[in-house]
């Protein structure tokens, strides 16, 4: 069954794009966009606000990324960092559930269905077209001259030329095709001197349990390792699930299906995870084994809930970098073992009544994800590339280099990566490894050097997803609430490059960020870092990459050299470039304004 809707989910829609939107073959835009997540959304929509012809790519037939995919409560950390067209978003969210009648304007949680509808709109509104099933072809889609892409192909043969791109998709395939430097995995600690990086310290799953069969074979799902020494690099990435809808609500529920193939061996340890709690006189709880948020209208996002839940630890490892099929077959494992859980939860006879009697009360959504039996189509990829440019965020950018000459915005999330593996200890009990959940202290410049290539790589594209970040700091950055401001970004950077003429790492950051803020984009303060006393900026030096998913190596990365302090005509210089990029600024509004100046009666 999961394949059949599987596919259908992957089927063109009847109505494939919005009104207006291209047919495809041929057709040349000065910004395209590929993938209609929340990032390609603000991406798309921010360069149509700035005159650009503009087109929006999705690989699927539904657009909204994981907000319109069962993540509904929303990653937001520190609110009134949200600005800009995420907040527009979000306040949207909030009339459409007639919060108003409760002294609120913003709705920060979200339901699946709503969410597509609202981003729908925001994309109508802009006239953005959007073109639905345009899936990169797989191995020649992106074809470029010298260090510029100059068209990409979708595997049903229409071609979409631009003069600048925009990478929005989870996995970073567009990126990757165009051979811009990319590494996947952990990060050794002495690569950019990072506490929390590489392997980290394994943790015993309490109360104590035994990570063997009674045969002596490692339980299904253990990791049979190694471990690796602590703070080594390796390529293991955060565990994926999917973020499911759920209701309370009998007359619009759909019990949890059995999947083809259930095996209820499968869920041995989370067996033993409840019998342990027992046998430690604890009542087994729901919150013990899933996560459930409330969200608008009766439903509810179902998330994780530590290692020995709907996470499938391992599963993702060869995700990033694998075909369009071996992917398909990644996305159906994930569902047998996540719906095998949840059955197992409900219908299993080793299961406590605290547990099956209350989770018995919910069931999925029967009026969301109506073309995929209630499921959700999109699988949570938590992290798959990151990009390797001049500029990686690292920790201590997060934590104690927080200010940014070429900030575009704010990220206030929490270290968030959760646990990688499931490991048998020296006496055969269980332990897992690979969490990270620590505070930031406060909230962070994102710079704009982390959403664009190399240089001598590629010139013309943007990339506000598989950002240029280290595993660390991708932990925080990587929240959808964060994607639409970096997507705004890099709409309004693109737009620039284009009227200006210049690649897209030449963009003047001072008329960027007075852009940004004359739309609502949070800063945190009202006028940027003076460029005559510069911040710390991020690491500059690449981490081991992959390119054309191939790996090299390289060795520790130099120490950070002070910035010097400026002499007198530098100075000089920096007021000359300062007043220059003011009366840019004026002139660039000013063209704005005339351009959209209606016209004389």
């Not at 595997?155 to 996995?171: H, K, L, Q, S």
């Not at 690569?191 to 309490?206: I, N, T, W």
């Not at 959504?365 to 959700?376: A, H």
Request: with cysteine; glycine share 10%; charged share 20%.
């Amino acid at each position: 069954m999961a394949g059949l809707w599987l596919a259908q989910a992957m089927a063109p829609l009847a109505l494939a794009a919005e009104p207006g939107a291209p047919s495809g073959s041929g057709a040349d835009w000065d910004v395209v966009v590929y993938g209609a997540t929340p990032a390609g959304i603000t991406a798309a929509i921010a360069a149509a606000r700035e005159d650009m012809r503009v087109v929006l790519l999705e690989p699927t037939r539904h657009i909204g990324g994981m907000t319109a995919s069962g993540l509904g409560a929303s990653d937001v950390g520190i609110k009134d960092s949200i600005g800009g067209l995420a907040l527009d978003f979000f306040h949207r969210l909030g009339v459409t559930y007639g919060l108003a009648r409760y002294g609120q304007t913003t709705s920060w949680n979200v339901t699946p269905g709503v969410a597509e509808r609202t981003f729908a709109a925001m994309l109508a509104d802009a006239d953005v077209p959007v073109v639905v099933d345009a899936r990169l072809r797989e191995r020649d889609g992106v074809e470029r001259v010298d260090q510029r892409i100059t068209r990409i192909a979708t595997v049903d043969g229409r071609e979409f030329g631009g003069r600048v791109f925009i990478d929005a998709t989870y996995e970073g395939d567009l990126m990757a095709q165009a051979g811009i430097s990319f590494t996947v995995g952990r990060e050794a600690s002495s690569r950019y001197g990072e506490s929390l990086a590489g392997v980290r310290p394994p943790q015993q799953e309490l109360p104590v349990m035994p990570a063997t069969t009674a045969g002596g074979s490692l339980a299904p799902g253990v990791d049979a390792g190694p471990l690796g020494a602590i703070g080594s690099a390796d390529r293991h990435v955060q565990p994926y699930n999917f973020r499911l809808c759920v209701t309370t609500e009998r007359a619009n529920q759909v019990p949890f299906p059995r999947p083809d193939g259930y095996d209820p061996s499968r869920y041995l340890l989370v067996q033993r995870h409840l019998q342990a709690l027992e046998d430690a006189g604890r009542t087994p709880v729901l919150a013990n084994v899933v996560t459930i948020n409330p969200i608008p209208d009766q439903k509810a996002d179902l998330n994780a809930a530590g290692p020995l839940s709907t996470d499938l630890l391992g599963g993702s490892d060869e995700y990033p970098t694998a075909s369009y099929a071996q992917r398909e077959a990644i996305w159906a494992e994930h569902y047998r073992y996540q719906a095998g859980l949840l059955y197992f939860l409900t219908h299993d006879a080793s299961v406590p009544d605290s547990i099956s009697g209350a989770l018995d009360a919910w069931g999925l959504c029967r009026d969301e994800f109506t073309d995929s039996d209630n499921w959700p189509p999109q699988l949570y990829v938590r992290e798959a590339r990151r990009m390797v440019s001049d500029v990686v965020l690292t920790q201590a950018d997060l934590t104690d280099r927080r200010t940014k000459a070429d900030a575009v915005g704010l990220g206030s999330y929490r270290f968030d990566a959760h646990p990688i593996r499931l490991l048998a200890g020296q006496d055969s009990t269980l332990f897992y490894e690979g969490l990270i959940s620590e505070p930031i202290g406060g909230r962070y410049d994102i710079p704009y050097g982390i959403l664009v290539p190399q240089r001598s790589e590629i010139r013309n594209l943007l990339d506000p997803v598989t950002v240029s970040a280290s595993h660390v700091a991708f932990a925080s950055i990587r929240m959808e609430p964060q994607y639409m401001i970096m997507g705004e970004a890099a709409g309004s950077a693109a737009a620039l490059a284009i009227r200006f003429d210049v690649d897209v790492q030449d963009v003047d950051i001072a008329t960027l960020q007075s852009v940004l803020r004359g739309n609502g984009v949070v800063f945190r303060s009202p006028a940027s870092p003076s460029p005559a006393s510069p911040a710390p900026s991020a690491s500059r030096t690449p981490g081991p990459t992959v390119q054309s998913q191939v790996a090299t190596s390289s060795g520790p990365a130099p120490a950070t050299r002070p910035l010097a302090s400026p002499s007198g005509a530098v100075r000089a210089v920096w007021l000359i470039a300062v007043l220059g990029a003011g009366l840019a600024v004026a002139l660039f509004v000013a063209r704005r304004a005339f351009r959209r100046r209606p016209p004389a009666p």
